[in-house]
């Protein structure tokens, strides 16, 4: 992971990585990106290095680590901060003899709210969307393409596929979680288009665990993507696999 963590640092910085400096306590800015990256393709927040890549690292005690690691959970975990919460935590690691914390930010089928705020992100920034009318209370997927005036990279696909394999399991249960009960087409929708966004495949079982529902209807909605144009499908019946459709 280390390896990767450097990559990202030194690599292009596009629209799915924030660098922040370290400190004792944990600024606004690091949980408006949270919300925004999940309402758009997922993102890395690195903490302890600086916007110009230098690895300056955070307060040298594990205390502050600690510290910072429960901030970071108990506010993405507080109803009154986040909704819906979301289970992520921070990791450490040490770059260049420096200790920075990080995380990666998955996209969400549902759209999140930071203190009752509307964030998504833009080419450079979190843009506070909550008072566009023409937004709504839509889902990520169905949001006016004025917020998609940047190509994702190729940078930002390889820094969605460093995500552990763990995360992205977890991310799958989750999805499964809130899709089980909830028989809304466009949400369901969004669920399949967010795990094909990070993980850039998936097949017909995988989308009806992803969404709760039979493969027989993860198919039937596989195929309405396919005739909206978002995704595209690969092989035979049997076999057959789907894949976002580039921007």
Same mark, same amino acid.
């Given at each position: 992971?280390?390896?990767?963590?450097?990559?990202?640092?030194?690599?292009?910085?596009?629209?799915?990585?924030?660098?922040?400096?370290?400190?004792?306590?944990?600024?606004?800015?690091?949980?408006?990106?949270?919300?925004?990256?999940?309402?758009?393709?997922?993102?890395?927040?690195?903490?302890?290095?600086?916007?110009?890549?230098?690895?300056?690292?955070?307060?040298?005690?594990?205390? =502050? %680590?600690?510290? $910072?690691?429960?901030?970071?959970? !108990?506010?993405?975990? @507080?109803?009154?901060?986040?909704?819906?919460? +979301?289970?992520?935590?921070?990791?450490?690691?040490?770059?260049?003899?420096?200790?920075?914390?990080?995380?990666?930010?998955?996209?969400?089928?549902?759209?999140?709210?930071?203190?009752?705020?509307?964030?998504?992100?833009?080419?450079?920034?979190?843009?506070?969307?909550?008072?566009?009318?023409?937004?709504?209370?839509?889902?990520?997927?169905?949001?006016?393409?004025?917020?998609?005036?940047?190509?994702?990279?190729?940078?930002?696909?390889?820094?969605?596929?460093?995500?552990?394999?763990?995360?992205?399991?977890? =991310? %799958?249960?989750? $999805?499964?979680?809130?899709?089980? !009960?909830?028989?809304? @087409?466009?949400?369901?929708?969004?669920?399949? +288009?967010?795990?094909?966004?990070?993980?850039?495949?998936?097949?017909?079982?995988?989308?009806?665990?992803?969404?709760?529902?039979?493969?027989?209807?993860?198919?039937?909605?596989?195929?309405?993507?396919?005739?909206?144009?978002?995704?595209?499908?690969?092989?035979?019946?049997?076999?057959?696999?789907?894949?976002?459709?580039?921007?």
């Amino acid at each position: 992971m280390i390896d990767r963590l450097m990559q990202i640092i030194h690599g292009e910085k596009g629209p799915d990585v924030v660098f922040s400096p370290g400190s004792r306590t944990l600024s606004n800015t690091v949980f408006e990106s949270v919300a925004a990256f999940s309402n758009r393709f997922g993102g890395f927040i690195l903490l302890g290095v600086q916007n110009d890549r230098r690895v300056t690292g955070i307060y040298p005690s594990q205390r =502050t %680590i600690y510290g $910072l690691k429960r901030i970071f959970a !108990d506010v993405l975990g @507080d109803p009154a901060k986040f909704c819906p919460t +979301l289970n992520l935590r921070l990791e450490d690691a040490v770059i260049d003899e420096e200790t920075i914390l990080w995380c990666y930010v998955p996209p969400s089928p549902q759209l999140v709210l930071y203190r009752g705020r509307r964030y998504v992100r833009n080419v450079t920034d979190n843009i506070d969307t909550t008072n566009d009318t023409e937004m709504g209370s839509v889902v990520p997927s169905r949001w006016p393409q004025k917020y998609y005036n940047q190509r994702r990279s190729n940078t930002t696909q390889t820094h969605v596929q460093c995500c552990r394999k763990k995360a992205v399991e977890t =991310t %799958i249960d989750e $999805l499964s979680d809130n899709m089980s !009960d909830n028989r809304d @087409d466009s949400v369901q929708h969004a669920a399949i +288009l967010a795990y094909l966004y990070q993980n850039g495949e998936i097949n017909t079982k995988k989308a009806a665990k992803i969404i709760g529902r039979s493969p027989v209807t993860a198919r039937r909605i596989l195929a309405e993507l396919v005739a909206e144009g978002k995704v595209i499908p690969n092989g035979a019946n049997r076999n057959r696999s789907y894949r976002p459709r580039s921007e």
